[in-house]
């Protein structure tokens, strides 16, 4: 896909897919924007005045009413959902606040800013909206998480069920499934953290690098897949199913 000059806005700048995806866009000139919830982004590669501070647990109109303004003042061709937390523990042990966070940020959130998105862009004609889920949206794939794990299922039927709304039209929408990637969403988990933070240690030999799964999301954009297993080892994963 020819990145050059495209103004993409990539919710989540910060986090480990979501600065690579902004790296990797930067370097083929693509015109980088970006929400960030605790720590603006301070890298070379952005433009300070493109970043906006958007909290996915704030009330859904006011996410709404931000997204808005942000597509609307700045003419955004693409957006990137790259935001979401994981939560680890026992299901049956599970505070409701806990459960009704994680949907919030990880489906419920997403949801709501896909909405805007597509009326922009069924508005302007064209772009191009990309979640980022993960292989768990496809098979369950680590236990105690049972929540998360649902997030990202809602979110892969999501989209793949909103693609048959864009038949016909200038507007796309698609979701990867990353396999397990070395960021630091196992420090930043909700639940219980330490015993989250071994069951990593030992799944994490399967791990890939952020950059490689940037890459293989990057190039998945560019087919007409609703469905982007962005590496070969998702790719073998999902042949699982
Ligand atoms: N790491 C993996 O193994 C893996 C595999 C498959 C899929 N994924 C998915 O990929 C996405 C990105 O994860 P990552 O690995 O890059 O994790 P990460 O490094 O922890 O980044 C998470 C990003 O989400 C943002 N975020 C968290 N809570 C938020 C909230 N309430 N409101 C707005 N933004 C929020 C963070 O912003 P702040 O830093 O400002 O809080 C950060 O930018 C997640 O949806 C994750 O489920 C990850």
Avoid at 31 to 40: E, L, N, Q, V
Avoid at 73 to 95: H, L, P, Q, R, T
Avoid at 207 to 230: C, M, T
Wanted: proline share 2%.
């Amino acid at each position: 896909m020819e990145w050059n000059q495209k103004k993409i806005l990539i919710l989540g700048a910060n986090g480990g897919i979501g600065s690579a995806i902004a790296r990797q866009l930067s370097q083929q000139s693509a015109i980088i924007y970006g929400t960030y919830r605790r720590m603006k982004p301070k890298d070379a590669i952005w433009n300070q005045n493109h970043l906006y501070d958007l909290d996915f647990e704030l009330n859904l109109n006011e996410i709404q009413s931000k997204i808005k303004d942000i597509l609307s003042s700045n003419d955004i061709d693409m957006v990137i959902i790259a935001a979401g937390s994981a939560y680890f523990g026992n299901f049956s042990k599970m505070d409701t606040k806990d459960i009704q966070h994680t949907y919030q940020v990880d489906l419920i959130a997403p949801i709501i800013i896909a909405q805007s998105v597509l009326q922009f862009f069924l508005e302007k004609g064209e772009g191009h909206l990309h979640i980022v889920a993960a292989i768990a949206g496809l098979l369950p794939a680590v236990k105690n998480m049972a929540v998360y794990t649902s997030s990202k299922f809602g979110l892969v039927g999501f989209v793949r069920a909103l693609a048959m709304e864009t038949i016909g039209t200038q507007v796309r929408v698609s979701v990867s499934c990353p396999s397990g990637v070395i960021t630091e969403l196992p420090e930043n988990a909700l639940g219980d953290k330490e015993a989250f933070l071994k069951v990593i240690e030992v799944l994490k030999k399967n791990f890939e690098s952020a950059d490689d799964v940037a890459k293989g999301i990057l190039e998945g954009l560019s087919s007409r897949d609703v469905l982007n297993l962005p590496t070969e080892k998702a790719r073998a994963l999902a042949k699982k199913l």
